[in-house]
């Protein structure tokens, strides 16, 4: 099982906003002094667009929700 580190926004938020959002972002993911700090760190730093993100996140809650379901894990 991977972890991973992402910025997520309101849904609904204005599309101009949240490209401007996602162009700075991935502008700084391409620094790399920033890179290098983080990789030091222990951090793999692959530069994902918002669209990427949301298929992941997506991609993820569809196997989670089978392992939930399975493991018929519930909140009490």
């Not at 993911?29 to 920033?34: G, T, V």
């Not at 918002?50 to 809650?61: C, H, M, N, S, T």
Request: cysteine-free; aromatic content about 6%.
């Amino acid at each position: 099982m991977d972890s991973w580190v992402g910025l997520l926004a309101p849904a609904g938020m204005d599309t101009q906003a949240r490209a401007r959002l996602d162009a700075h972002l991935n502008h700084i993911l391409r620094d790399p002094a920033f890179v290098r700090q983080l990789n030091e760190r222990g951090f793999d730093v692959p530069a994902v667009d918002a669209a990427a993100l949301a298929g992941q996140v997506k991609e993820e809650r569809g196997l989670y929700r089978q392992v939930i379901d399975k493991a018929n894990i519930r909140l009490d």
